[in-house]
C-alpha cells in the first residue's frame, strides 16, 4: 500500500478567496485586528486577495505565529435575557481572524490525511464526507439507551409511529 500523498500547505489566492467569501460578515474576531469584513470583502478583488493569501499562507507553510495572531479576547455573552450572573454567562473566546480561518483549514486537512490513513474511528461522524450526525444518534439510542442509569438491561421494543399502517 503506497503512503498517502501529504496536504499542500501552500494557500492560493483562489483557495483564500473561496474559503473567505464562504464566511459570515458578522462573524466577531478580535478587535485589535483586521477583521471578517475585511477579508471577505478583499477576496472579491484579485490582488488583495493574492496578497492576504501570502500573509495567511507564509505562517502556515513555515509553522510560525505571527504576533497579532497570540491575542485572544474573553467576552462574556448571556446565556438568559437579563441574567448577568458570571456564572450562568458563557465565554467565548475572538481570535484574529487570519488565524480563525488557518485554524479551519488545519482542522480540515487533519481529517482529510487521518481518514487517508485510516486513522479515524468508525464511531467519528462530526465533519466527515459520507457520515450523518443521525446515523450516529441512531446508533446510540439503539446500543446505549437499552441500558439504564445501573447498567441493567431495560425492555426496548421499537414504536410504531402513530400513522403508520402494518400492511
Not at 497570540?70 to 438568559?80: E, F, G, N, P, S
Not at 446510540?140 to 431495560?154: A, C, I, L, P, S
Request: proline residues 5%; aromatic residues 8%.
Amino acid at each position: 500500500m503506497s503512503e498517502p500523498s501529504p496536504q499542500s500547505l501552500y494557500i492560493s489566492a483562489g483557495e483564500h478567496a473561496e474559503a473567505w467569501k464562504k464566511q459570515k460578515i458578522k462573524t466577531a474576531s478580535e478587535p485589535s485586528a483586521l477583521g471578517f469584513p475585511h477579508y471577505i470583502v478583499g477576496a472579491y478583488h484579485p490582488a488583495i486577495a493574492e496578497v492576504d493569501a501570502a500573509l495567511r499562507s507564509a505562517p502556515y507553510q513555515l509553522g510560525f505565529s505571527p504576533e497579532d495572531w497570540h491575542t485572544i479576547t474573553d467576552l462574556q455573552i448571556l446565556k438568559k435575557e437579563q441574567v448577568y450572573d458570571v456564572e450562568k454567562m458563557r465565554t467565548i473566546q475572538l481570535m484574529n481572524a487570519a488565524f480563525n480561518i488557518n485554524n479551519k483549514k488545519l482542522g480540515r486537512d487533519m481529517m482529510v490525511q487521518a481518514e487517508k490513513r485510516k486513522l479515524m474511528a468508525k464511531e467519528q461522524y462530526g465533519s466527515r464526507k459520507r457520515h450523518k450526525s443521525v446515523v450516529a444518534c441512531a446508533n446510540k439510542v439503539w446500543t446505549m439507551d437499552k441500558f439504564d442509569r445501573h447498567g441493567q438491561q431495560q425492555r426496548w421494543y421499537p414504536t410504531m409511529p402513530s400513522n403508520a399502517t402494518t400492511e
